[in-house]
């Protein structure tokens, strides 16, 4: 009767309180306790038994955790330390021994264990994965010879729908405009491919991959048209249009700064619009992503003379005032 009782009283706590809470003494007899009990009748206990083995373990763990002497963080001369840490940093891909290695060379007796826990207090870790190329640094060195092509549409007053057709090269973000027509058959855009290809043969660039998405627009034969001329065409996945960012991020700004601001008859004055606006755009525009200069500058900018700034600096309008070009009177 006793133990019924004791039951059902505890049965009451557990509906008052939702998570107990243990002191270290209450988890250490309970874990010793559990290890007494058979497995089947751990359901007596108010925790799971997850849980006690998880204190059973920390129990094991403690007792034999022996504490820290010290000598590890104290016992090497600074010296020493900021030499490993040097020779990690500077070589990532050196491993615990080489560095061991390396000091005997320089007459500096470390042992692998103590480097170890040298490039770990410093937040070093293991050669392989110590250091590399960060996620920006990787793309820039793969921005060079890396083009982005894409579409994008433009109704006109009369309800026509404009398909822009155009190319970004990554590593300097200079956009060029490859066509612009109400029918984008898959031979229209083959020719296109084949203009482009031209131009940049014209201006001595080279490239060597092509980002496109899926667009039925993009057949085959543009397609072998790049690869003619050694340029590997990257299919992006299926509705995945950030993998093809760069060419996304123009869209929107083309469309905020000029697009969403201007009435398009037809296609002869879109054309001569984003002709002006990308003639702006890579050679005026700044850009976050090269320091704030753009694509391809046309002039090197020359010291003034303080107190002579405001008097030297003219606005140009383009597009009718749509945009303002500020430059230095000659």
């Not at 009990?37 to 083995?53: C, D």
């Not at 490039?119 to 392989?128: I, K, S, T, V």
């Amino acid at each position: 009767m006793e133990v019924a009782v004791l039951r059902h009283q505890l049965a009451v706590l557990r509906r008052q309180v939702p998570r107990p809470r243990y002191t270290p003494a209450d988890r250490m007899l309970l874990a010793a306790l559990a290890k007494l009990l058979p497995r089947e009748r751990w359901a007596v206990f108010l925790v799971t038994p997850s849980t006690l083995l998880r204190w059973h373990r920390e129990l094991i763990a403690r007792r034999w955790t022996y504490p820290n002497s010290g000598r590890d963080r104290h016992g090497l001369d600074e010296e020493i330390v900021a030499l490993v840490v040097r020779l990690a940093r500077e070589n990532p891909r050196w491993g615990y021994l080489r560095i061991v290695g390396e000091c005997q060379n320089l007459g500096v007796r470390v042992s692998a264990s103590s480097v170890r826990r040298i490039l770990r207090r410093h937040g070093l870790g293991p050669a392989p994965r110590r250091g590399g190329p960060s996620w920006t640094q990787f793309l820039r060195a793969q921005a060079r010879g890396l083009l982005a092509v894409d579409f994008f549409t433009v109704e006109t007053v009369g309800l026509t729908r404009l398909y822009v057709l155009f190319v970004v090269e990554v590593q300097r973000r200079a956009v060029h405009l490859v066509g612009i027509t109400a029918h984008p058959s898959g031979a229209w855009v083959a020719q296109q491919a084949r203009n482009l290809l031209m131009d940049l043969a014209e201006q001595g660039q080279r490239f060597r991959y092509l980002v496109r998405d899926r667009d039925a627009k993009f057949t085959a034969a543009f397609d072998a048209v790049f690869a003619a001329s050694g340029v590997e065409v990257v299919k992006i996945p299926l509705r995945a249009p950030r993998a093809n960012a760069y060419a996304e991020r123009w869209v929107c700004t083309v469309r905020s700064e000029c697009l969403d601001w201007t009435l398009v008859w037809n296609e002869r004055q879109l054309f001569r619009v984003l002709a002006e606006y990308l003639r702006h755009y890579n050679t005026v525009r700044p850009h976050r992503s090269l320091d704030l200069k753009p694509p391809r500058p046309a002039s090197r900018l020359t010291l003034v003379e303080p107190g002579t700034v405001e008097s030297s600096v003219q606005r140009v309008d383009v597009l009718g005032g749509l945009i303002h070009e500020y430059r230095r009177a000659a």
